[in-house]
């Protein structure tokens, strides 16, 4: 009898434990897998808009809606504390200008938001729209990335 209740306690600890680490997760990992979801749509995107995949019009409108869905709530993931390790590439400025920060994450969502209707009418379309997509990577990066390669 004792047994078993320590070993349910046990139990509960544990789950307790991974519970509350799983609510915390790890915000370095987290964004960064946001990150790579907006990435490698970005890259459907490019690869069609330079011939080499095939257009496809309801994929090109996921891709774009896949960025704009993983830009939502980026910003929170970064907590004071997470400037460093992990192999961060985030640049200390965001916690200097976090304002500025999350008008280039806004910027992106806008971006995205309104490629979303136009990428699925055309190549062209599509061609048309995926600058002002880039552009918002690019300017957010410059200021607020540092790349470790
Ligand atoms: C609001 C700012 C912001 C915008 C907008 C933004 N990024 Fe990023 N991006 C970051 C930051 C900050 C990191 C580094 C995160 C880290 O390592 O902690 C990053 C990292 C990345 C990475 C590396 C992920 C990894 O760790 O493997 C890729 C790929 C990437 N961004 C692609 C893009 C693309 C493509 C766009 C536009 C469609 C974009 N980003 C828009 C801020 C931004």
Redesign the pocket.
Known sequence: MRLRSAFLFTGLGALAFSVAALAQGDP?KQ??EA??A??GS?KVLGEMAKGVKPYDGAAAEAAVGR?HDS?DG??DLFPEGTEMGGE???SPA?WDKPEE?KA??EA?KAASAAAKPEVGKGLDALRASLGS?GG??KD??QS??IKKD
Do not use: N, S, Y
């Open positions: 370095i964004r960064q990150m790579k907006i990435g970005m960025i830009i980026f910003t961060t590439e985030a965001i920060f280039d994450a992106l997509v918002a990577c957010c990066h607020f990335r």
